[in-house]
């Protein structure tokens, strides 16, 4: 039984639809016409009926497509198994014999022949061919080479030339770093110099100060140092003159009296006129000084200065006649008178007295004066 079409199939639905529509239709519209909203059911049966429509139409369509498509494919399918069979019944039918084989064969083996000849002639001329190309390759890279060559050549001579240029640029700059450090070191020379008589400048000054410094120390030294040797020296001679008397009948100075070679001195803290003085040593067992040497005259002026004492010396009784108050020869002691003394100043001037240096001189004997005393202890 044959199959019914999509055709048929189609009309059969669209019949029980129509049929199934109708009734409903007529309930719808009884419906509609009695709720009063006929016009919306309507509508929405319209569309309804385009959608069906519409689907059913492309089904047809996707089936004959497919149908076309399943007919070609099948004709094809044919076609390959006709030419098989064809083939088949060739291949069963004509099994070559012997001598066709051997003919077959011989044909083959001129085919390889031939095959064998035209490779060799390919090889030969792929030979060739490799040969050339090596040929061109080889002047190609000579080319190249030489090309190279020059190159290197112009790169040599541009570096040759840049290397030159360096070169005195670096001489050029080489000499003038080097006549900057030379102007540079003879400043610092220079400066060096200024500095080194500043220095020496400097030094010499200082030295010359230290050398007055010492100067002056060394004259002080000298002075404390004579003065303390006279000390000492009057101790000795007098410690000396004491051991020289041996058995003597010694005595040691008054209270007071300060001793020197064995003899005793009082300085005065008072003051009179020289016969005043004069009168008051006599009364203490004692004169007026009397100066015999020039150590006696140091230890009076050590011990004196720097007060002003009368002395044992006048002239008196003979204008220039001096004369020393223990009967000493004036004429044989060392004189020790200040410079322009004696002169005999003013009203005359008779009696002699240790001035503020220590030195000689004559003056009023009424003046009032410290005095010294001076009594022998042999
Ligand atoms: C000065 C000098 C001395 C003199 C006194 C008198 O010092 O002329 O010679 O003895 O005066 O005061
Ligand atoms: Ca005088």
């Known amino acids: 039984m044959p199959e019914p079409s999509g055709y ?20 719808d519209e009884e419906k509609a016409w009695s709720s009063g909203d006929w016009f919306g059911k309507r509508t929405w049966l319209l569309l309804f009926f385009g959608l069906v429509v519409l689907s059913t139409f492309f089904a047809i369509l996707s089936l004959i497509i497919v149908s076309v498509k399943v007919s070609g494919m099948y004709s094809e399918m044919k076609e390959l198994q006709d030419k ?18 051997n003919q077959m064969a011989g044909e083959l083996s001129k085919l390889k022949t031939l095959v064998f000849e035209e490779l060799q002639k390919t090889q030969g001329n792929m030979t060739d061919l490799n040969s050339k190309l090596k040929l061109e390759m080889f002047e190609e890279l000579q080319k190249t080479q030489s090309n190279m060559t020059d190159l290197n050549s112009k790169l040599k001579l541009e ?23 030379f102007e540079e ?23 010359q100060k230290t050398q007055s410094n010492m100067t002056d120390l060394n004259s002080k030294l000298k002075l404390e140092m004579s003065a303390e040797l006279q000390k000492m020296q009057g ?17 040691e100075c ?25 009168g008051q040593c006599n009364a203490m067992d004692s004169h007026l000084v009397v100066i015999n040497s020039a150590a006696e005259q140091s230890f009076i002026k050590r011990e004196g200065a720097p007060e002003r004492y009368w002395i044992g010396l006048s002239d008196s009784e003979t204008e220039k006649m001096w004369q020393w108050a223990d009967g000493s020869d004036y004429r044989s002691t060392p004189k020790f008178w200040a410079r322009g003394e004696p002169n005999n100043a ?20 009424d003046t009032r004066f410290r005095w010294i005393c001076e009594k022998s202890l042999a």
């Open 8 to 27: 048929e199939y189609f009309k059969d639905c669209s019949a029980v639809k129509e049929q199934r529509t109708e009734a409903e239709q007529k309930r």
């Open 84 to 101: 098989l069979m064809l083939q088949d019944s060739q291949f069963k039918g004509n099994v070559p014999e012997e001598g066709q084989r």
């Open 159 to 181: 570096m040759f030339e840049e290397l030159q240029k360096t070169q005195s640029n670096m001489t050029d700059l080489n000499s003038k770093l080097k006549l900057e450090m």
């Open 185 to 207: 070191l003879q400043k610092t020379q220079s400066n060096m110099t200024d500095l080194n008589s500043k220095l020496k400048l400097e030094m010499f000054e200082e030295l």
């Open 235 to 251: 101790n000795m001679t007098n410690m000396i003159s004491k051991l020289k008397l041996g058995n003597c009948t010694c005595s």
């Open 254 to 278: 008054p209270s007071g009296w300060i001793w020197f070679n064995l003899h005793c001195y009082y300085f005065t803290t008072n003051s009179g006129s020289w016969h005043f003085a004069k």
């Open 346 to 365: 003013g009203n005359g001037e008779d009696c002699a007295h240790i001035d503020k240096n220590g030195y000689w001189n004559d003056n009023g004997c």
